[in-house]
């Protein structure tokens, strides 16, 4: 089918989720989750890949092993996909609206011994951390899952970029609140448009980080 956003259901489901996160509530909601949140993100996977690739949506049942929080399932259905070039891709859509992002949220250390290396550089350096700017300007937030409290060991802690250094990756994106286009077409063309902007930096990214080449047990 073609992608026509998410109907307001899916914004309800995760709203009741959170205030009731039991294998009851799901268990009675599992047809809008299938209906709402999961089909929406199949047909905006057929949308998106030929340009960006396939996307893989997020199983709903959180990791509950080692977290003192043992709530059984996620409260947001997230999707990645990954492009040629090593950009990955993502959608999360949830009870506060829609989340847009793409670059090296969670780089093997090889991707992230890349990154530091080419901000370091005094040919690429500037040239990365004006890119960040230039997707800054254009209303994106640029950052990363964490970041350092000092400078990476061996760099100085007085670097020019040292802002950029301390991250642990480098992604770029935006939130849209929940507005009645997510439940339109028009939410492909929200979703794009956000990739897009941020090329300028994912494209230098994939030049100077690119993917892992670490075997799969070493890069996670």
């Known amino acids: ?18 205030a009731d996160n039991t294998k009851a509530f799901w268990e009675a909601n599992r047809a809008v989750y ?20 396939a996307l893989h949506l997020f199983r709903p049942h959180r990791d509950v092993r080692f977290s003192k929080d043992k709530s ?16 990955r891709y993502y959608v999360q859509i949830g009870s506060e609206g829609l989340y847009v ?8 250390p090889d991707q992230l011994e890349r990154w530091r290396a080419a901000l370091a550089d005094d040919g690429t350096g500037p040239v990365l ?12 937030e640029v950052g990363a899952r ?5 400078a990476p060991r061996g760099y100085p802690r007085d670097h020019p970029r040292i802002e950029l250094l301390r991250l642990k990756g480098c992604h770029a994106g935006r939130t849209f609140p929940p507005r009645r286009w997510l439940s339109t077409k028009t939410a492909l063309d ?26 799969p047990d070493e890069a996670r």
Not at 102 to 107: A, D, E, N, Q, R
Not at 129 to 140: I, K, P
Not at 146 to 150: D, E, F
Request: charged fraction near 20%; charge should be negative; glycine fraction near 12%.
């Open 1 to 18: 089918m073609a992608f026509r956003g998410w109907p307001a259901e899916a914004i309800t489901f995760y709203a009741g989720l959170q």
């Open 34 to 53: 299938d209906e709402a949140v999961k089909a929406p993100f199949a047909a905006l996977s057929e949308a998106v890949e030929e340009e960006f690739g």
């Open 72 to 87: 059984p399932y996620k409260t947001a259905a997230g999707a990645v996909a990954e492009g040629e070039g090593g950009t």
């Open 101 to 108: 992002g793409c670059g090296y949220y969670h780089p093997a």
């Open 129 to 140: 951390a004006a890119a960040v700017e230039e997707v800054r300007g254009r209303g994106l």
């Open 146 to 150: 964490s970041a350092l409290a000092t």
């Open 190 to 215: 929200h979703i794009t448009d956000t990739w897009r902007q941020a090329e300028p930096l994912t494209r230098l990214l994939d030049v100077h980080v690119g993917p892992s080449h670490l075997p």
